[in-house]
């Protein structure tokens, strides 16, 4: 699997699952141009990774809540690397905070799906105009997307339930135009997300009950991106893929 040639847009690149797909890109080839919004110092650190290793890459900083900002980001690749992008990874997304439902508000609900939901429907639709037959649309959604998440998490699964979705659809509707869409649902995977989000103590009874008795790794994840991203799955499309050590199955 190579990717010589080829642009990757990694939303969200900078750090945890977003950094090993930029690096695990970079090292097939891509020239990778990763977004960040608020963590500058895991954005470079990445972009120094990969340029040290013979890449190519640049660094955006750009809100994906917003679409003129979606557009720019789109701008600063095809500057960079050509007009053509060839990949993109919808990864940037969080769950925010836990709340129940009696502690959300209107305002909190919609941030979350913005976040999460609306970025990817706009980052699409900003890319595809410029994406070829044989591009890869990959969508980071999650195992709470399937499941309805943890405690306090109602918002953000409806958000990574709805991005599954989207992928559907997306798959449909550009299909003919030769450009695949695919979306990945992690379970418990060791990054800063379940640091701050996830007691050590439910992810030991997690990991426990985990047929492979673990948690898995941003590396994992970025491995079977970099697999959708490449022609040796150009037959697969509309598929969201559990990538969870066995917990739950689709």
Not at 97 to 114: G, I, N, P, S, Y
Request: net charge negative; glycine share 10%; proline share 2%.
């Amino acid at each position: 699997m190579e990717l010589t040639g080829k642009t990757a847009i990694v939303t969200g690149g900078g750090r945890d699952i977003g950094r090993a797909i930029s690096i695990k890109l970079a090292s097939m080839g891509a020239n990778v141009v990763l977004n960040y919004y608020n963590t500058p110092t895991d954005a470079e650190d990445t972009l120094q990774t990969i340029l040290s290793n013979g890449r190519k890459a640049i660094a955006v900083r750009a809100d994906l809540t917003q679409w003129d900002e979606c557009l720019r980001l789109t701008d600063e690749a095809r500057k960079a690397f050509g007009d053509a992008i060839h990949i993109l990874v919808n990864n940037a997304g969080g769950l925010v905070a836990r709340k129940t439902l009696c502690d959300m508000d209107e305002q909190f609900w919609d941030f979350v799906m913005d976040l999460n939901l609306k970025s990817t429907f706009m980052m699409h639709k900003a890319v595809v105009a410029h994406m070829p037959a044989g591009g890869s649309i990959i969508n980071i959604a999650s195992q709470a997307g399937r499941d309805g998440g943890g405690g306090g998490a109602s918002a953000y699964a409806a958000s990574k339930g709805a991005v599954m979705s989207f992928t559907r659809a997306m798959a449909k509707e550009l299909g003919p135009q030769g450009i695949r869409v695919n979306a990945l649902c992690p379970g418990l995977i060791a990054t800063s997300f379940h640091d701050t989000f996830t007691p050590d103590d439910v992810r030991e009874i997690v990991a426990s009950r985990t047929p492979l008795r673990r948690e898995g790794t941003a590396e994992e994840v970025a491995n079977l991106v970099g697999c959708l991203a490449s022609s040796e799955t150009s037959f697969v499309t509309g598929a969201n893929f559990d990538i969870n050590g066995g917990l739950a199955f689709s």
